[in-house]
Nanobody
């Protein structure tokens, strides 16, 4: 599977932004999908994960209640709706996919990655 994220940009604190990640390839519904981010000088961190059917979602504490991950299997796309954005949310956001839902070491692990999209939140 190949992934391409889009929708990043510059937004003021308190604003909203929706990211999209389009996947090419077959059997999109057989993949767990996730969003990660990496801020300058920091390690990559997981933001949100959604299971194969969309019935289960998982969020990092830092974004829970503000961000929503969703997927449209008919469009081969996963979304990240981001509300109440804060300056600390500034990062490059990347989407990821894997056939298995794997969690260890405090984060989720994925085998397929797309290029990121920059999100900048100004004060």
């Amino acid at each position: 599977v190949q992934l391409q994220a889009s929708g990043g940009g510059l937004v003021q604190a308190g604003g909203s932004l929706t990211l999209s990640c389009a996947a090419s390839g077959r059997f999109f519904e057989s993949y767990v999908l996730g969003w990660f981010r990496q801020a300058p000088g920091k390690e990559r961190e997981y933001v949100a994960v959604i299971n194969w059917t969309g019935s289960r979602t998982y969020y990092a504490d830092s974004v829970r209640g503000r961000f929503t991950i969703s997927r449209d299997n008919a469009k081969n796309t996963v979304y990240l709706q981001m509300n109440s954005l804060m300056v600390e949310d500034t990062a490059i956001y990347s989407c990821a996919a894997d056939k298995e839902l794997t969690y260890y070491g405090g984060t989720y692990h994925f085998g397929y990655w797309g290029q990121g999209t920059q999100v900048t939140v100004s004060s």
